[in-house]
């Protein structure tokens, strides 16, 4: 696990100093973003049904870039779960970089979101992510509220979850 973290920071690296080679350095904001998902399969018998709560404190960059560290808390729910045991509450930690398509646009947001991150709070339903998602928001002050849609793809350390993928649906707020 701490080998696909190091993984993930040394990937954004790059982001990082493009960021600043372009002067966009001085040009950085502080930004939290708070988001609900739900998240089901929708293709097949669900497995598994999650509601998530994501914060994720990050920095945006004048050039649409961000990145965010995504902390989620998740109540998941198992309708085939045998004998009792039907829901979970899991923690995961990770981290989001995005791009906004539209930066010179004040009033709207079209942001493309890639994160991975891994659970960090002991429970059954132990695993690791990777997740793609699209923001989509319309300024109205100092927040932006968005609606987002995704696909998040579970690799589970224990027996309890399958390594599928997973639909989500949400919405939430950006704050500067």
């Known amino acids: 696990?701490?080998?696909?973290?190091?993984?993930?920071?040394?990937?954004?690296?790059?982001?990082?100093?493009?960021?600043?080679?372009?002067?966009?350095?001085?040009?950085?904001?502080?930004?939290?973003?708070?988001?609900?998902?739900?998240?089901?399969?929708?293709?097949?018998?669900?497995?598994m049904e999650s509601y998530d709560w994501t914060v994720s404190p990050g920095c945006t960059f004048a050039n649409g870039l961000s990145l965010r560290i995504p902390i989620d808390?998740?109540?998941?729910?198992?309708?085939?779960?045998?004998?009792?045991?039907?829901?979970?509450?899991?923690?995961?930690?990770?981290?989001?970089?995005?791009?906004?398509?539209?930066?010179?646009?004040?009033?709207?947001?079209?942001?493309?979101?890639?994160?991975?991150?891994?659970?960090?709070?002991k429970s059954m339903a132990n695993y690791a992510y990777a997740d793609l998602s699209l923001k989509f928001g319309v300024d109205v002050g100092k927040a932006i509220p968005f609606l987002s849609v995704g696909a998040r793809y579970y690799i589970p350390y224990s027996g309890v979850l399958k390594e599928n993928v997973y639909f989500h649906f949400g919405f939430g707020v950006w704050m500067f």
């Open 73 to 121: 808390l998740a109540i998941m729910t198992f309708p085939n779960a045998e004998p009792i045991k039907t829901y979970e509450s899991v923690g995961t930690l990770g981290l989001n970089i995005g791009y906004d398509f539209l930066p010179n646009k004040d009033e709207y947001c079209l942001e493309l979101n890639v994160s991975g991150g891994s659970t960090y709070l």
């Open 1 to 47: 696990m701490k080998k696909s973290i190091l993984l993930i920071f040394l990937l954004a690296l790059p982001f990082l100093s493009f960021a600043q080679s372009k002067g966009y350095g001085s040009k950085a904001q502080f930004t939290v973003l708070t988001e609900v998902r739900a998240v089901s399969n929708i293709v097949s018998t669900a497995q």
